[in-house]
């Protein structure tokens, strides 16, 4: 797969070839759902609780007699069935998360690429860099280029200067290559790949 290579003032640089095995698997929804699905999974902080009715403050003093009163048989107000009391199998802290192997992590990513690739939204720079950490250089660049909500896929690190004046700009974010992954290329309208991203990612994805 053929892919011309732009520069941020909208130039072209020549092009590229994107490994079909990558970029060119006719994306499945299925396996996308699942490793979103685990990674949102892992994201849950897990740390919802409720009071047991040993843990609720409250007199562990027998409310009245158990006989005689012409009431059902009660021992102190901490029981669920009470105003205050403790909740009956309530959520406890818990981990959210669960396994999925590293080959159907990498095959999803794979999808998740070939996805943007399918549609149209991949575009290749020739690098994410600027001379100075301009907000307003970048912002009008990218106004240019008529990205809405992008995510930009550097190499094995990404500039400085190109991340902090993207930091400001609302619907642009930038990641490293080992930062790539599925739920952030799906949420972004546009995914942005420089040739250094694009020779990482299919190292990482051989």
């Known amino acids: 797969m053929k892919l011309d290579v732009i520069k941020l003032d909208g130039a072209t640089a020549g092009s590229v070839d994107l490994g079909e095995d990558i970029f060119g698997l006719e994306p499945r929804a299925d396996i996308l759902h699942r490793v979103v699905r685990w990674q949102r999974n892992n994201a849950q902080a897990g740390t919802h609780k409720v009071k047991t009715r040993s843990e609720t403050s409250y007199s562990t003093k027998k409310i009245y007699r158990q006989k005689g009163t012409g009431g059902a048989r009660h021992g102190d ?7 205050k009391g403790g909740i009956y199998k309530g959520p406890t802290p818990r981990s959210h998360g669960h396994d999925l192997t590293k080959k159907f ?13 399918a549609t149209g939204n991949l575009v290749v720079l020739d690098e ?6 301009k907000t307003g250089t970048l ?22 200067n190109f991340a902090r004046a993207a930091a400001n700009i ?10 790539a ?17 694009v020779e990482a990612l299919e190292a990482r994805l051989k």
């Open 77 to 83: 107000r901490n029981a669920p069935i009470f105003r």
């Open 105 to 117: 992590r990498k095959l999803g990513l794979k999808h998740a690429l070939s996805s943007k690739a």
């Open 128 to 133: 994410a860099s600027l001379a100075d950490a």
């Open 139 to 160: 912002a009008k660049a990218v106004k240019n280029l008529g990205w809405k909500r992008a995510l930009v896929i550097d190499g094995a690190s990404v500039n400085e």
């Open 170 to 179: 609302d619907g642009l974010d930038v990641l490293p290559s080992v930062g």
């Open 181 to 197: 992954n599925v739920y952030d290329i799906l949420k972004r309208d546009t995914l942005v790949i420089t040739k250094a991203g």
